[in-house]
């Protein structure tokens, strides 16, 4: 690639921030977990073939994407020049604060069982906040300006969660067991109310 320098920048500045970089062909057979396997968590590892299924045909050349997904998380895809079929891929990071509250309404909206959602907590702890977006926005850009010479030869376009994942709730999957999904908040927040009298009784001592 003749934009060697700019690439190993971009991956240096982001792995200062922890955000996940890949690198792939969407024509391998075996599509990258780029979402640190949340999406083999609930569903399977199929999942992600079919989230990158369509880009073959919505991809375009000179194109920087920015996707933000079902699950709060967001990234950047850019189809690399001069290399057919390769994608380069940022994240995920988000830009959301993940409170309990929103974990649950999370979870009750795609059915998951108490044990995913406990792994679903413990997922997000390992995606890094970033709380100003504009200068990640400023970094692809400038990047952009590099891969296609100059600003007005690339295009940002921002993709709302429907345009990929487009997969149903994961109820029919094995991993997560028939349970009310009200139920299972009730069970969570007396889980959460039970913990937190505890930590203050403990610091009241």
């Known amino acids: 690639m003749n934009y060697e320098k700019e690439y190993n920048f971009?991956?240096?500045?982001?792995?200062?921030?922890?955000?996940?970089?890949?690198?792939?062909?969407?024509?391998?057979?075996?599509a990258p977990k780029f979402d640190l396997g949340l999406r083999e968590t609930i569903y399977d590892k199929d999942i992600y073939k079919k989230f990158f299924s369509s880009f073959p045909s919505t991809g375009k050349p000179n194109t920087i994407y920015h996707i933000n997904d079902k699950f709060l998380c967001q990234y950047f895809v850019i189809q690399l020049p001069n290399d057919p079929g390769t994608y380069f891929m940022a994240g995920p990071y988000t830009d959301f604060i993940l409170t309990d509250e929103v974990l649950l309404k999370l979870a009750d909206q795609y059915n998951l069982s108490p044990?995913?959602?406990?792994?679903?907590?413990?997922?997000?702890t390992r995606i890094p906040f970033i709380k100003d977006k504009e200068y990640?926005?400023?970094?692809?850009?400038?990047?952009?300006?590099?891969l296609w010479d100059?600003?007005?030869?690339?295009?940002?376009?921002?993709?709302?969660?429907?345009?990929?994942?487009?997969?149903?709730?994961?109820?029919?999957?094995?991993?997560?067991?028939?349970?009310?999904?009200?139920l299972v908040m009730n069970?969570?927040?007396?889980?959460?109310?039970?913990?937190?009298d505890f930590f203050k009784l403990f610091q009241k001592d």
């Open 10 to 30: 971009v991956v240096n500045f982001l792995n200062k921030l922890n955000i996940q970089t890949t690198l792939f062909n969407i024509d391998e057979d075996e």
């Open 115 to 124: 044990q995913i959602f406990a792994q679903l907590k413990k997922y997000y």
């Open 136 to 146: 990640l926005l400023s970094l692809f850009m400038t990047f952009g300006e590099s």
């Open 150 to 182: 100059g600003v007005d030869n690339y295009s940002i376009e921002k993709v709302n969660p429907n345009t990929f994942d487009y997969y149903d709730p994961a109820t029919n999957n094995e991993k997560v067991k028939k349970e009310s999904p009200i």
């Open 187 to 196: 069970t969570l927040e007396a889980r959460y109310k039970k913990e937190n």
